[in-house]
Each structure stands twice: as C-alpha cells, then as structure tokens.
C-alpha cells in the first residue's frame, strides 16, 4: 500500500498542523494559464504560526515552493514535487489602518483591494496595484510594479516564516529589491507587511485607479489564459518592441499564441499545455536573440517537472 507524504513526512504528529493538507492537488487550478500538474501536497497553513510549526516538522531534504494567485507562474505538466504552500484569504487576506498613511495587511490580500483600501483612507501611491492582478506575497517577491509605481516605493517591513519554521521581520534594504526582482532569501514565505504612501485625495487617487484600469483594458489581455509580462524589460528598450521586431506578435505553438493585441503576453487560446507554452518562449528568445541580438529574460517563473521531453525551441512558421 503506498503511503501519502502526509503519513511520509509528518507522521503522527500530522494532527499538530491545524491547517489544509491536500496531497496531488492540480496546480492548474490556481494558475492564471490554467497549466500544471499536480504537487504532491500541498499545505494551506490557517496562520503564520501554523507555518512555522509545519516546517519545523517537515524533514530538511522536503522542496517546498510557494504559489500565490498563480498570475505570475508556469507550472510544468509534471507538476512539483514535495510541498506547495499557498497562502488562503482566511488567515493571510486582512488589511488594516495602522494610522496616518500605514498599512498593514497580509499576503493574500489581492492587489487590487490594496489600491481599494489605501484609497478609502486617501492613501496615495497604490494606485499602480490596482491592474495588478496578483496578491501581496507575489508582489513582495516580484517587486511588482507599474505606471511608474512598484512595491519597494511602499514596503517598511516584510513578516516571513523560514525553511526551519523561524518567523522572521525583514527591513526594506533586507528584500534587496531591484528590477522584478528580491534577493531575499529564496526559502521565505512572506506572510504579511507593513507598507507606507503618502497623504493624499480620494477622488485624486480614484480618478488614477480608473486611468490605469483603462490604460489595461485597451492595452492588454486581461480576460485570456495569461502569465502576465513574459520577459523582464532588457536595458534601454522593452521586451514587446524585441518580440515585434523578431516577427514573433501572434507566433503559436500548439495551443499557445504571443498575444497580438501585447505581444509581451503569451496567452492559453484553450488546450494549450505548459510544454506548449514555454517552447513557445523558449522560441521567441531564440528568434530575438537571432534577429536583435538581445537575449531576453524570463520574467514569468517557470516551477515544477517536465512530463516528456524538456523543451527545444520551435524556430519554423506558425504550428
Ligand atoms: C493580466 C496580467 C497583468 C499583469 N500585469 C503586471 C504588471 O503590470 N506589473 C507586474 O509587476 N506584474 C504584472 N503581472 C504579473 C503578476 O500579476 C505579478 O507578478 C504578481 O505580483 C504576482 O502575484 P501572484 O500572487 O499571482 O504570485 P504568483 O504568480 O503565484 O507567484 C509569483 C512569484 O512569487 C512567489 N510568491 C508568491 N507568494 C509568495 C509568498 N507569500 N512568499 C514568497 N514568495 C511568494 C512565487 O513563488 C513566485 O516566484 C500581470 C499578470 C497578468 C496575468
């Protein structure tokens, strides 16, 4: 009889965890692109103390990954081996005034209501989030930014729990942030933070929030299968120009498409699976690479196994 990695890794004191332990959970349910297999286990702590406990049980050699709202990710049709973490809203999804223009809110509340809550206080400078469609862990993680805005403009502290179950408080200069990116250290889990804007007017910050929401209506493809951006911004000129200019708007692989309304976008136009997916980024890298010379950067994360062959870039006409 095969035994579950519950039974595996936490044995008898599973009973200690008081939170949501799934084993074989399909990650293309929480992901954006509606790709991924399945992780092993997957743990929904109910709170950072939960978390901390569970890694302090989990044996050392056990990978974990956290996912947040999956709108940044590309989960391999193998799906990942060992622990998934996923934040839920219940523990992890509260926002709270802590006075003049702090917050103070947890890493599942989603971008958006960030923007919504900060505006309701007449807290300026989070108007950015509001066309973001992740949650705050991800954005922690991604430095997440937009219209001129990105995450290390309000991040004072960061609350995180390590590998070995320690409950950490991390300072601005701690995250390292540059360009979509922390250098933070990749086995945290942020659990919440505590962000600062500046004074300002509702109706100001309002009237910003729907300017963004219709620059990203007419801009991009907000309602299709998507990871977002799929390459980081190279020095002096922005990836959708280098995809352009290497012929690659509307370039498919099997079910996946660069999308022709942005074409930094890749899109699911259905049956895509992730192998469809990053060949065709895969793909595009080497087309631009060939005709600008610049190589472009994932800025989507790539997680998780390979079901068949790993990938070869696809170099012909459309598939
Ligand atoms: C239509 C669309 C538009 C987008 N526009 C923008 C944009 O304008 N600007 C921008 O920056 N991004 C944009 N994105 C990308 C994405 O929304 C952001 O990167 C977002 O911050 C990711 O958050 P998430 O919760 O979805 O994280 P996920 O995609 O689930 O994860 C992203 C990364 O963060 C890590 N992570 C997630 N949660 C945690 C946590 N609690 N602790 C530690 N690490 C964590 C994951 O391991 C992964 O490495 C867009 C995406 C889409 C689909």
């Given at each position: 009889m095969s035994v579950s990695p519950v039974e595996q890794w936490?044995?008898?004191?599973?009973?200690?965890?008081?939170g949501r332990l799934i084993p074989g959970q399909l990650l293309a349910s929480v992901t954006w692109f509606r790709v991924g297999g399945p992780a092993e286990l997957m743990f929904q702590p109910q709170d950072a103390d939960d978390l901390a406990l569970f890694f302090q049980l989990l044996p050392a050699e056990v990978p974990v990954t956290v996912v947040g709202l999956g709108s940044n990710l590309l989960v391999r049709d193998g799906g990942i081996d060992g622990v998934v973490i996923r934040l839920p809203m219940?523990?992890?999804?509260q926002v709270s005034h802590l006075g003049g223009t702090r917050l103070l809110a947890g890493a599942s509340v989603p971008d958006k209501k960030l923007a919504e809550f900060a505006a309701k206080h007449a807290i300026?400078?989070?108007?950015?989030?509001?066309?973001?469609?992740?949650a705050l862990g991800g954005a922690l993680r991604m430095n997440a930014g937009a219209h001129g805005g990105e995450l290390k403009d309000l991040v004072r502290k960061v609350f995180a729990v390590n590998r070995q179950g320690v409950q950490l408080e991390l300072s601005l200069e701690d995250m390292g942030y540059a360009y979509r990116h922390s250098?933070?250290?990749?086995?945290l889990i942020f659990t919440g933070a505590e962000l600062e804007g500046t004074a300002g007017d509702e109706d100001d910050i309002r009237a910003q929030m729907a300017e963004v929401v219709a620059h990203r209506e007419k801009a991009?493809?907000?309602?299709?299968k998507t990871g977002g951006s799929t390459f980081k911004n190279p020095e002096g000129t922005s990836a959708w120009k280098v995809v352009d200019a290497a012929g690659c708007r509307g370039f498919c692989v099997g079910g996946a498409k660069m999308s022709d309304?942005?074409?930094n976008f890749m899109l699911?136009?259905?049956?895509?699976s992730a192998h469809d997916l990053e060949t065709l980024g895969e793909s595009v890298r080497a087309k631009a690479l060939a005709a600008t010379g610049i190589k472009l950067e994932w800025e989507i994360k790539r997680l998780g196994k390979f079901v068949d062959a790993p990938i070869e870039p696809f170099l012909g006409k459309e598939s």
């Open positions: 936490l044995g008898a004191r599973a009973g200690e965890i008081r219940k523990g992890f999804g300026a400078g989070f108007s950015f989030l509001t066309g973001i469609p992740g250098s933070a250290g990749a086995d991009q493809p907000i309602r299709e309304l942005h074409c699911n136009t259905g049956d895509a």
